[in-house]
């Protein structure tokens, strides 16, 4: 490991570029011999060879991960703000089995844990602070921001996911992954890389915004005519999505990827997910619902929503084919309409499912 001081909050970079005659069994290692021979610690200075500014906001420079949402301090106060959204929604930081799953073992076995696109990385410091008898690794395809060190959390990893995941057949018991849908080109790829990692029986968590939305004040919840610069700020990010690779749909596709009969899995036995479950959450984008605690989702999605906006002005401008005054006038007309709703009662849809590697 080359010794790269970042003080007290390192982020390791996994180095996963291979020959193409390289044994492909060596990206898969496992945390001690990474931490050993393949991990690097980074500088300030080798931060910033990650991101590029495009009109005024700064995105991934790797042309692999597609320029959807801007990567400054600006954009890790959004996430902070949706994570807390999310934890009121959920009423928690999971769905699904999960205490179950990570129980203490009667032999004091460790379990593990891997949260994948860990973005400002809250979620697994939380999890880690109330699961303190299970061991967690996180990782992401650029350093956002520097992580604060946990005993229990083994490593925070930056490498290219594209390449697979960079750990052993069946080390983990749980995988945690959320809003892959703005970071990651090859789904079906990852899907396959977290059934490869899970042992057999582990648990995986999958969360996702639908990337659209909707309006409870007309018959027919359609927002077309009650917000029209939202619906046309939703429907212009999807294309730009699409354009660039992303999965526009992810919380339609992958649900059906995980069953053992998709065609990603081939004929092989054992593949695939079982015992899935999936669900579909509302999110009031502003405080209209009766119920006090998605009062509070509301008002944190408002702001979540509007953010979301002013940071995708630089996202039509570069990939959207707009103008300034396009651009603005549907940002700003996107953001009038969420915080002067009026009569609108305005939300999204986050779907979540959790699934088990077959035993």
Known sequence: MDELDLG???????DDCQDDDSDMDSVHTGVSELTMHTMSTLTSEAVTEYFQ??????????????????????EVRRLELQHRALKLLLEGNYFGPVKEVLAQCESGKRKRVLDLITGDGIWVREMAAEFPHVDFTSVDTFPLVPHTRLANILSYEVYDLYNGIAEHDETFDLVHLRHAMPRIRDIPGLLMEVHRVLRPGGLFLYGEYQNNGFDASTPDHSAATTAPCLIRALRASREIYMRQGAYAYAFRDVPPMLDPSHPIWGKEKGKGFVGIECDEKVVPAGPWHHMPRMREVGLATQQVWCEIWRSHRATFLSDGGMDMEEANSIVDGAIDELMNPGPRQLYGKFHVLYAFKPA
């Open 8 to 14: 007290d909050n390192p982020v390791y970079l996994v």
């Open 53 to 74: 500014e495009i009109n005024g906001r700064m995105f991934p420079i790797d042309e692999n991960i597609p320029t959807l949402f801007p990567t400054d301090h600006t």
